[in-house]
């Protein structure tokens, strides 16, 4: 599918660190707190629902210069879900995140919802995955993974989750220490969204949903 992006052409030497399902209080500061040290910048992928839950922590993402990208508004897997309330569920959160940045949970999303979406939305996958997420992989093999398969312009996908925590804490800071004293930058991705252009998305994607009501 050609119309997602995995990875970052021509980026020299940055790398793009992307962190899903928060914000939460028990992992998202920490987070905030060593991507600071390293003076390193990241693209978050918020739930809508935790967006709500947690506002403070949404609002300090932004004011330390990351972006924000969505996640749906329930961690919905697309290939689950109706079309409908699929993109019904994207938009709630998008609108939320005011970001034309989403990727799907689970990167579950069928070719038919990729086409409902991509002229609003930019897709972002990627090329890196941690595994950080996964109880079965090893701080340490979680940690070796990020570093044998970054490359320029990789994508490198965490999760600021209960459930990554572990390897998490253990793999992040060793990343940023060995990407930054090569001489790499870790950048947010951009979010070319502006406030009018959310509430005509909005509006449009209200009425795409309302008139497949009528299929
Ligand atoms: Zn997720």
Not at 36 to 60: D, L, M, R, S, Y
Not at 154 to 180: G, M, Q, T, W
Not at 192 to 210: G, K
């Amino acid at each position: 599918m050609p119309q997602l992006q995995w990875r970052v052409e021509d980026a020299g030497n940055t790398l793009y660190l992307t962190f899903d399902d928060g914000p939460i209080p028990e992992v998202t500061p920490w987070v905030l707190d060593i991507l600071a040290k390293w003076n390193a910048k990241a693209t978050f992928f918020c739930v809508g629902e935790n967006i709500i839950k947690h506002p403070e922590i949404f609002e300090q993402l932004k004011s330390e210069g990351h972006s924000i990208g969505s996640h749906t508004h329930n961690h919905l897997s697309g290939w689950s879900s109706s079309n409908r309330d699929y993109l019904r569920n994207v938009t709630q959160a998008a609108t939320l995140a005011n970001s034309s940045l989403f990727r799907p949970p689970y990167g579950r999303i069928t070719p038919m919802q990729v086409r409902l979406l991509k002229n609003r939305y930019k897709i972002v996958m990627w090329d890196v995955l941690s595994g950080d997420f996964d109880p079965a992989i090893e701080p340490q093999d979680c940690l070796d993974n990020v570093i044998r398969n970054t490359r320029s312009g990789s994508i490198i996908v965490f999760h600021d989750s209960i459930k990554a925590r572990k390897n998490l804490e253990y793999a992040l800071p060793k990343i940023l220490e060995h990407f930054c004293t090569k001489g790499y930058v870790f950048s947010s991705l951009k979010n070319s969204i502006t406030e009018q252009e959310n509430a005509a998305v909005h509006a449009v994607t209200t009425m795409q949903i309302s008139s497949m009501a009528k299929l």
